[in-house]
């Protein structure tokens, strides 16, 4: 399991990673998000992803999860929680 989470992290979650702290930066250099948290941690994007699929895994057959409608609100309250809400 070690050497599959490592392979997960490095084609998967890291390269996320990237793409989220650039975008982050970007929107920060714009003025559309304020302060740092985001680009601290951009797991807070990510998580969502990663719970949808463990949850698809163990729990899917008892209680289906809507794992689009699960980030957007993941979004919604990131942002709610930083001041600015995305259009």
């Known amino acids: 399991f070690p050497s599959l989470a490592q392979i997960y992290y490095r ?3 890291k390269r996320a990673m990237v793409v ?3 975008a ?3 929107a920060i250099a714009r003025g559309e998000i ?3 948290t985001l680009q ?6 990510v998580a969502p992803g990663i719970l949808a ?10 209680e289906p999860l809507d794992a689009g409608a ?4 993941q979004v919604d309250l990131v942002f709610a929680a930083i001041g600015k809400r995305r259009k």
């Not at 601290?40 to 994007?45: A, D, M, T």
């Not at 699929?53 to 008892?62: K, N, T």
């Not at 699960?70 to 609100?73: D, G, S, V």
Request: proline share 3%; aromatic share 16%; charged share 30%.
């Open 11 to 13: 084609e998967v979650i």
């Open 20 to 22: 989220v702290r650039g």
């Open 24 to 26: 982050v930066e970007r």
């Open 34 to 36: 304020e302060g740092d």
């Open 40 to 45: 601290r941690f951009p797991q807070l994007f």
């Open 53 to 62: 699929l463990v949850w698809d895994m163990l729990f899917a057959r008892f």
């Open 70 to 73: 699960l980030m957007r609100a």
